[in-house]
């Protein structure tokens, strides 16, 4: 009886590190710019990023962000798609005027406009 026991332990801990390693030979680590302020930035980015198959760690000092995803789920341009969606401009999307007036007011970073041609006056 013992030795049946053991037997489906050593079978369960062989099909457990096996699940995990299967899982993690898909994933894809990159570095990316998302802007934002404080803590309750580095919350709602990380909140709408995090999923099953995404996990995205923002650090507010840096402004940058390490996202860690499985390319056969999801890709790069979907996490950073759903950042803006919720105010914060990234290096792949402006968040619309909408989402980021919805920010609370600590989390309205200053958005970077584009640089407009100089007019010479003569």
Request: glycine share 2%; with cysteine; charged share 25%.
């Amino acid at each position: 009886m013992k030795s049946i026991y053991k037997v489906l332990v050593a079978i369960i801990l062989l099909l457990s590190v096996a699940t995990v390693n299967a899982q993690s030979k898909n994933k894809v680590t990159e570095t990316v710019k998302i802007n934002g302020n404080c803590a309750m930035c580095k919350k709602t980015i990380e909140t709408t990023s995090n999923t099953k198959s995404a996990v995205l760690n923002w650090n507010k000092d840096t402004k940058t962000a390490v996202v860690t995803y499985d390319p056969k789920k999801t890709n790069l341009e979907e996490i950073l798609k759903r950042v803006s969606d919720a105010g914060y401009d990234n290096e792949k999307f402006t968040a619309t005027t909408t989402a980021y007036d919805n920010l609370h007011g600590c989390c309205q970073y200053d958005r970077e406009t584009p640089k407009k041609a100089q007019c010479h006056k003569q």
